[in-house]
């Protein structure tokens, strides 16, 4: 009997018209749909009349729930693995279980669609030839802080971050790269009250403060590019050294080996080091 096939399946950000053809096509195809909050799922799938099971897989269970999946796989059962909005492991669960997959040598497939931190890039009007993803920087401020010294980069840097953290970020960002550097706000992308607006960092706090809604939904920060610099100008221990005293060694050495292009393992083995 042959394996099934994981699906990794990129559904809305918000508008659930977003759904491509073949989205839909996949989740009423396969036998089970891997969801980060079933009830999220849900409504997508009765959007579009689907009769799917789901089962959930979110961070808290992913390598118990992965193990079932991919024995269902094995069984010749095909799956489409989800995340509550955008692209399943893109800050979101799912890596493990695609990782798994991968092991066992059951095919992968991508079913691409929407994904919020490139929705920003392309609308923020920033050079996107290349780009640095951050994802959610830390939640403590000290730890934040720590974490943006190493994240001067000469091309548009994006992040994402929580209603209750963005004033503060926002604050941060200005301290770190200047009033004048611009940052594109993305706010509830694809949704009702959509908001995209570029300006200096300097008056972010102001446009923040402008209208109290703007504090609440999901947002993408596209920060513009800094001066060019040569590659060796790139101190690679001192971006680990900031990185590990505000992060885990594993987060440290994945972000520090975007930063410098230096080989993640290496990076990981010295930021064991610098946590001991």
């Not at 018209?17 to 195809?29: H, I, N, Q, T, Y």
């Not at 974490?147 to 200005?174: F, N, S």
Request: charged letters at 20%; glycine letters at 6%.
């Amino acid at each position: 009997m042959s394996a099934g096939t994981l699906y990794v399946v990129a559904t809305p950000i918000g508008n659930l018209s977003d759904a491509s053809p073949r989205c839909l096509e996949v989740l009423a195809a396969v036998a089970l749909v891997a969801c980060e909050d079933t009830r999220t799922t849900g409504a997508l799938l009765a959007r579009h009349a689907i009769r799917a099971r789901t089962v959930a897989l979110h961070e808290h269970n992913e390598r118990a729930a992965a193990a079932k999946l991919i024995a269902q796989l094995e069984r010749g059962e095909s799956v489409a693995l989800v995340s509550d909005a955008g692209t399943p492991a893109i800050s979101d669960p799912g890596a493990w279980l695609v990782a798994q997959a991968h092991r066992a040598g059951i095919r992968v497939s991508p079913v691409p669609g929407p994904n919020a931190a490139v929705a920003a890039l392309a609308a923020s009007g920033f050079p996107g030839s290349a780009f640095l993803f951050a994802g959610f920087l830390p939640a403590s401020r000290t730890a934040r802080r720590k974490a943006l010294e190493g994240l001067e980069v000469a091309w548009p840097l994006v992040l994402y971050e929580a209603p209750h953290r963005i004033a503060e970020t926002l604050e941060d960002l200005a301290q770190r790269f200047g009033p004048a550097r611009e940052v594109c706000i993305a706010r509830e992308l694809t949704k009702k009250f959509e908001e995209v607006a570029r300006l200096p960092l300097g008056d972010a706090a102001r446009w923040l403060a402008k209208d109290p809604h703007r504090r609440q939904g999901e947002f993408v920060l596209v920060v513009g590019p800094g001066e060019p610099r040569p590659a060796q100008a790139i101190d690679a221990r001192r971006v680990l050294k900031a990185l590990a005293g505000a992060m885990p060694p594993s987060e440290a050495a994945k972000l520090a080996a975007r930063i410098t292009g230096l080989p993640k393992s290496a990076l990981y083995r010295e930021a064991l080091e610098h946590s001991k």
